[in-house]
């Protein structure tokens, strides 16, 4: 089980912090990846983490002002959020694979939470 915490109202330049508390696995050997939807658009990804936490992916869009951690002894996953921008609106969604190494691709994940909603706006 997934469950994503922190989403809220922010305005453009503001920052937010998402967390993803997981139940899903056992052991460390999963990466974790977000996800976000914005209104009328496909799900897209935003960041991936391997199980070391020292391997993350960003897609271009969000390289330099997002940056995604792991807590494995609190089994959260955190994705810090910056000079945030309307574009970056949307519902933010973490997921859950059991590979030592992460994904950008949607199909490749297992488990899903139920999504967290940012916006920003002025």
């Known amino acids: 089980q997934l469950v994503e915490s922190g989403g809220g109202s922010v305005q453009p330049g503001g920052s937010l912090t998402l967390s993803c508390a997981h139940s899903a696995f056992t052991s460390d050997t999963y990466s974790i990846g977000w996800f976000r939807q914005a209104p009328g658009k496909r799900r897209e990804a935003v960041s991936c983490?391997?199980?070391?936490?020292?391997?993350?992916i960003y897609v271009e869009s969000v390289e330099g002002r997002f940056t995604i951690s792991r807590d494995n002894a609190k089994n959260i996953v955190y994705l810090a959020m910056s000079t945030l921008n309307p574009e970056d609106t949307g519902i933010y969604y973490c997921?859950?694979?059991?590979?030592?190494?992460?994904?950008?691709?949607?199909?490749?994940?297992?488990?899903w939470g139920q999504g967290t909603q940012v916006t920003v706006s002025a």
């Open positions: 997921a859950a694979r059991g590979y030592n190494y992460c994904s950008v691709h949607i199909s490749e994940y297992d488990d």
């Open positions: 983490l391997d199980s070391s936490g020292h391997r993350p």
